[in-house]
């Protein structure tokens, strides 16, 4: 077998969860409740938010609210502040890809 297996959570309440952590890439895994969010804080690399379940509410440096829905890829650049969240009713679901891992700009 030369694939490597990766799994993720399959579920309806709140998880935060690291899927993949090695030297080409980052991915977590985050389903979010209404009123659900991550701590404001900088992009840490070169960010992908997919968005899977619901809508991603983000605040991305000083813009106004921008509203994605699922089937969006939202790519946030590296050093970006953003803050993130659920403001509806349904489930929030989305996978953050960090490419390259941010251990990349934390070795130079």
Same mark, same amino acid.
Request: net charge negative; glycine share 4%.
């Given at each position: ?39 404001? #804080? ?8 997919? +968005?899977?379940? *619901? &809508? ?5 440096? =000083?813009? %106004?609210? #921008? ?8 790519? +946030?650049?590296? *050093? &970006? ?5 659920? =403001?509806? %009713? ?19």
């Amino acid at each position: 077998m030369i694939e490597k297996l990766y799994e993720f959570s399959v579920t309806d309440t709140k998880t935060i969860e690291r899927v993949i952590d090695d030297e080409n890439v980052n991915i977590n895994h985050i389903v979010l409740d209404k009123g659900g969010s991550l701590p404001v #804080h900088n992009a840490n690399s070169n960010v992908y938010l997919v +968005v899977v379940r *619901g &809508t991603l509410f983000a605040n991305l440096a =000083e813009q %106004d609210t #921008h509203a994605y829905s699922a089937g969006s890829i939202v790519n +946030v650049p590296y *050093g &970006t502040k953003m803050y993130i969240r659920n =403001e509806d %009713d349904a489930l929030l679901e989305f996978f953050v890809f960090k490419s390259p891992n941010p251990r990349f700009f934390s070795e130079k």
